[in-house]
C-alpha cells in the first residue's frame, strides 16, 4: 500500500515529466474524493502542469460537469470503464488540459453487489492525441486504503502515459 510520501513522490515525478512535455493535467474524481486532486497540488509549482480537477461523486454531477451520459450510467453503472472514459474524456472537453485521469469506484464499506464488490474502481486516462486508456482494478482493504491505491494507481498511470507521450 501506498503511504503519503510515497504519493507525494509520484506526484513529484509527474510534476516534472509533464513540465518536460509541456502537458496540462485535468482529473475527475469519484470514489477518491478530490485525493488525487490534493496529492498533485501539494507540488510547489503544480500550477504550471495542473489545470483543474473535477470531484462528480453524484451521477448528476458526472452528467453535468463531464457529460457523462445517463445511458452510460444506466447500462454500465457508475462504477465501469465506460464511465471512467466518459469521464475522462469529458474532463478534457471541460479544460485547457491535453491529458485528463478519471476515477471511479466502491471504496466501501457498503455499496458493493457480487458483481462489483467493494474495492472494484474503474479508472480511465485520456489524452488530445486521442489515445484512451481504461482498466478496472480489484483492491482490497478499508475504506482509506481503497481510496489510497485508486490514487497511486490514476498517478502512476498519469505517469506511463506522460513518458509514452512524444517530446
Known amino acids: 500500500m501506498a503511504d503519503d510520501a510515497f504519493l507525494l513522490t509520484l506526484s513529484t515525478e509527474l510534476g516534472r515529466t509533464m513540465q518536460q512535455r509541456q502537458l496540462l ?3 475527475a474524481e469519484s470514489c477518491t474524493g478530490g485525493w488525487a486532486a490534493q496529492c498533485i497540488t501539494a507540488i510547489p509549482g503544480s500550477s504550471a502542469w495542473f489545470d483543474r480537477g473535477f470531484v462528480t461523486y453524484s451521477n448528476a454531477a458526472k452528467q453535468q460537469m463531464l457529460q457523462v451520459q445517463a445511458a452510460t450510467l444506466q ?3 457508475a462504477v465501469s470503464e465506460e464511465t471512467a472514459r466518459e469521464m475522462a474524456l469529458g474532463a478534457l472537453q471541460y479544460s485547457d488540459a491535453n491529458i485528463s485521469a478519471a476515477i471511479t469506484g466502491i471504496a466501501g464499506p457498503d455499496g458493493g453487489s457480487p458483481h462489483k464488490p467493494v474495492g472494484t474502481v474503474c479508472f480511465g486516462w485520456a ?3 486521442g489515445r484512451i486508456i481504461t482498466s478496472t482494478h480489484h483492491f482490497s482493504g478499508d475504506r482509506e486504503q481503497v481510496r489510497r ?4 494507481t490514476v498517478i502512476e498511470g ?3 502515459l506522460t513518458l509514452a507521450t512524444d517530446l
Open 25 to 27: 493535467l485535468a482529473l
Open 75 to 77: 447500462k454500465y453503472g
Open 127 to 129: 489524452h488530445s492525441d
Open 149 to 152: 491505491q485508486s490514487v497511486k
Open 158 to 160: 498519469l505517469l506511463q
